[in-house]
């Protein structure tokens, strides 16, 4: 059974910065593609970043190009996404998924599994 847990979420003004974890459990975890999704209130959940097995094929969403950067540590079976320069509205849950896929869809229904998802609050 996979299972993934998110940390790193909470409250930071415009402008400053957070770094959300991804720890995953499972074997095989460098050869799955993982992604950060998130969900404002009312809103569908929508793709933010992803990256492929071993590093390969990284997607950025256009809003989150240049100010986010995702990376992986496959020996620590843990995820990354670093937010920089955040906005209100990147104002959401943000939630990692794994796929099987060796590259990352852009799309909710790419994934397999997903985390419970962390609140990411930008104070303007």
């Known amino acids: 059974q996979v299972q993934l847990v998110e940390s790193g979420g909470g409250l930071v003004q415009a402008g400053g910065s957070l770094r959300l974890s991804c720890a995953a459990s499972g074997r095989a975890f460098s050869t799955y593609t993982m992604a950060w999704f998130r969900q404002a209130p009312g809103k569908e959940r929508e793709f933010v970043a992803g990256i492929g097995g071993f590093g390969l094929y990284e997607n950025y969403a256009q809003s989150a190009k240049g100010r986010f950067t995702i990376s992986r540590d496959n020996a620590k079976n843990t995820g990354f996404l670093q937010m920089n320069s955040l906005k209100p509205e990147d104002t959401a849950v943000y939630y990692c998924?794994?796929?099987?896929?060796?590259?990352?869809?852009?799309?909710?229904?790419?994934?397999?599994?997903w985390g419970q998802g962390t609140q990411v609050t930008v104070s303007s």
């Open positions: 998924a794994r796929s099987q896929s060796s590259r990352p869809s852009l799309v909710v229904s790419g994934y397999d599994y």
